[in-house]
């Protein structure tokens, strides 16, 4: 049975979300607090295995319009070095405007600006493990 991870790569956090056991949605897990490239891809692979992960999907963030970004560099030096220290497949999904939806969501819920950064990364790695599930959902059908 398939089983999918979500990781929103940033800076300093790293959100996390898994699959139902159906694959129908995606449920926010945790926020990582990074600790060193090293240490933060060895706990993510960690991570996954124990999760039972089949596929490890990972945000990657892109402009506006599509082209790479800064950011776009970095995340893909981390999902390589994630690929090199795991056997599970990693997929790359758009993530843009994921971050600002887990935003929304939480300031419409009302949560302090202080604590949303407990909360926002594991959201938008729920959005975009909800993507990657929508799509291959839709293909399926």
């Known amino acids: 049975m398939e089983r999918y ?62 082209s790479e970004a800064l950011q776009t560099g970095k995340t893909r030096r981390f999902i390589q070095a994630l690929c090199e220290r795991t056997a599970i497949p990693v997929v790359c999904e758009d993530e843009r405007f994921t971050t600002m939806m887990a935003h929304e969501v939480l300031i419409s819920e009302g949560m302090r600006r202080e604590k949303r950064k407990n909360y926002v990364d594991a959201l938008a790695a729920a959005n975009i493990l909800d993507g990657y599930l929508n799509k291959i959902n839709k293909s399926k059908n």
């Open 5 to 66: 991870i979500a990781f929103d790569i940033g800076d300093k956090r790293i959100g996390v979300a898994v699959s139902d056991p159906f694959n129908t949605y995606a449920l926010p897990s945790q926020t990582y607090f990074r600790k060193g490239f090293e240490k933060d891809v060895e706990a993510l692979a960690h991570l996954a295995e124990e999760k039972g992960a089949t596929t490890i999907i990972c945000g990657l963030p892109v402009n506006f319009d599509g």
